[in-house]
């Protein structure tokens, strides 16, 4: 069992960057692989970001790469994205998932057992 809790969400202008922080309880985080999510309104739920649970491994969607940079720290049970260059269409709810173990890039939100509570982030134009 693990529990998340998001961070670092807010309003920003076109541009500018913005880190999410998603900070897991117990003792076993190295053990689960951990994705970034977002929601915008009226859409689904849609990966963004994951970082695979032996540490080095990590996998983007195509709108955010070069922009955004996913990484953990397992010293802190805490896994962060770096978003850069921020764009209005980047605007929606980010949600911090987590599954256990974990094989290849896991891209689908039913793939994570665990979630958190969301962080919104707002692009103004």
């Known amino acids: 069992q693990v529990q998340l809790v998001e961070s670092g969400g807010g309003l920003v202008q076109a541009g500018d960057s913005l880190r999410l922080s998603c900070a897991a309880s117990?003792?076993?985080?190295?053990?689960?692989?951990m994705g970034w999510f977002r929601q915008a309104p009226g859409k689904e739920r849609e990966f963004v970001a994951t970082?695979?649970?032996?540490?080095?491994?990590?996998y983007y969607t195509d709108s955010v790469k070069g922009r955004f940079t996913i990484s953990r720290d397992n010293t802190k049970n805490t896994v962060y994205l770096q978003m850069n260059s921020l764009k209005p269409e980047d605007t929606a709810v980010y949600y911090c998932?987590?599954?256990?173990?974990?094989?290849?890039?896991?891209?689908?939100?039913?793939?994570?057992?665990?979630w958190g509570q969301g962080t919104q982030v707002t692009v103004a134009s």
């Open positions: 970082i695979h649970w032996t540490g080095g491994s990590t």
């Open positions: 117990g003792r076993t985080f190295t053990s689960y692989t």
């Open positions: 998932a987590a599954e256990r173990g974990g094989w290849g890039n896991l891209v689908r939100p039913d793939e994570y057992d665990y």
